[in-house]
């Protein structure tokens, strides 16, 4: 087992006990969210940093009508 911690901008996002660890350029999901491995850096034997890169969360605009005078 080995301990992985997640970082996003120098930001702690998560930290996990895993047997598997993720490759550089590999698409994990973290917390529902897409991400992108960028970098691992291995501390010691059981311990590594993670950076990923989360993919941008487009937002949609609300519909903005003038309907002039409200209605009662």
């Known amino acids: 087992m080995h301990v992985v911690h997640f970082f996003e ?3 702690a996002i998560l930290n996990q006990l ?3 660890i993720p490759s550089v350029d ?3 999901q973290l917390k529902g969210r897409k991400a992108k491995v960028v970098d691992i ?3 010691d034997e059981r311990h590594y940093h993670i950076n990923v890169l989360f993919e ?3 937002k949609k605009q ?3 009508k ?3 005078k409200k209605k009662r």
Do not use: S, Y
Request: net charge positive.
């Open 66 to 68: 003038d309907l002039g």
């Open 18 to 20: 895993l047997i598997r």
């Open 9 to 11: 901008n120098k930001t």
């Open 62 to 64: 609300a519909l903005t």
């Open 26 to 28: 590999e698409n994990i």
């Open 56 to 58: 941008k969360i487009v």
């Open 41 to 43: 850096i291995q501390l």
